[in-house]
T-cell receptor, first 113, second 118 residues
Framework: GEDVEQSLFLSVREGDSSVINCTYT??????LYWYKQEPGAGLQLLTY?????DMKQDQRLTVLLNKKDKHLSLRIADTQTGDSAIYFC?????????????FGTGTRLKVLA | GAGVSQTPSNKVTEKGKYVELRCDPI?????LYWYRQSLGQGPEFLIY????????DSGLPNDRFFAVRPEGSVSTLKIQRTERGDSAVYLC????????????????FGEGSRLTVL
């Protein structure tokens, strides 16, 4: 079945770049997403990438997709203490007849002042 | 409100009891999802509705779990004979995604209903 894996923890210093990695197994994924979850809150979409793209930049966020290796990464430039949260990678097969989103286990990012 | 609303926010029940969790999606969103999130885990898919029908219920763990969306808006997740292992945060999300549509399918999540089974 489909599986999405992430490392559990990442700690960086304020102002440094953070890179959060994700691997997935479903080769028919059409969209891949990064969601952010702050304590006590629901998940919020940060950014997404279509599977026929290999890079997307959105202000401080850069998403890289290596479809051959089924590897997705999220780079946050100039990381701030407000970026401390859990980051979830997710994949979907929108447009392929099913709309089930599969989430990874989440990476807890801690930003040290 | 403008977002996805879930009630109750917290529910404590005893083993063997029946529980209902409610989700009120964003107005006009045709797709509605239920996920379960255990401590330290990512959201685990339970069921997806497109309109009133359950398009995919492959994530429901067993027949104690059931969900309805009778008018294509509000949904209720029902858990019978609750067990301690059912303790988790139950997340609801809605989306404008329609079959064959070009939308990127952003899911809008509620804050979840935390269920504790004693």
């Amino acid at each position: 079945g489909e599986d999405v894996e992430q490392s559990l923890f990442l700690s960086v210093r304020e102002g440094d770049s953070s890179v959060i990695n994700c691997t997935y197994t479903d080769s028919s994924s059409t969209y891949l997403y990064w969601y952010k979850q702050e304590p006590g809150a629901g998940l919020q979409l940060l950014t997404y990438i279509f599977s026929n793209m290999d890079m997307k930049q959105d202000q401080r966020l850069t998403v890289l997709l290596n479809k051959k290796d089924k590897h997705l990464s999220l780079r946050i430039a100039d990381t701030q203490t407000g970026d401390s949260a859990i980051y979830f990678c997710a994949e979907s097969t929108l447009g392929s007849g099913t709309y089930k989103y599969i989430f990874g286990t989440g990476t807890r990012l801690k930003v040290l002042a | 409100g403008a977002g996805v609303s879930q009630t109750p926010s917290n529910k404590v029940t005893e083993k063997g009891k029946y529980v209902e969790l409610r989700c009120d999606p964003i107005s006009g969103h045709t797709a509605l999802y239920w996920y379960r999130q255990s401590l330290g885990q990512g959201p685990e898919f339970l069921i997806y509705f497109q309109g009133t029908g359950a398009a995919d219920d492959s994530g429901l763990p067993n027949d104690r779990f059931f969900a309805v969306r009778p008018e294509g808006s509000v949904s209720t997740l029902k858990i019978q004979r609750t067990e301690r292992g059912d303790s988790a945060v139950y997340l609801c999300a809605s989306s404008l995604v329609v079959a064959g549509g070009p939308d990127t399918g952003e899911l809008f999540f509620g804050e979840g209903s935390r269920l504790t089974v004693l």
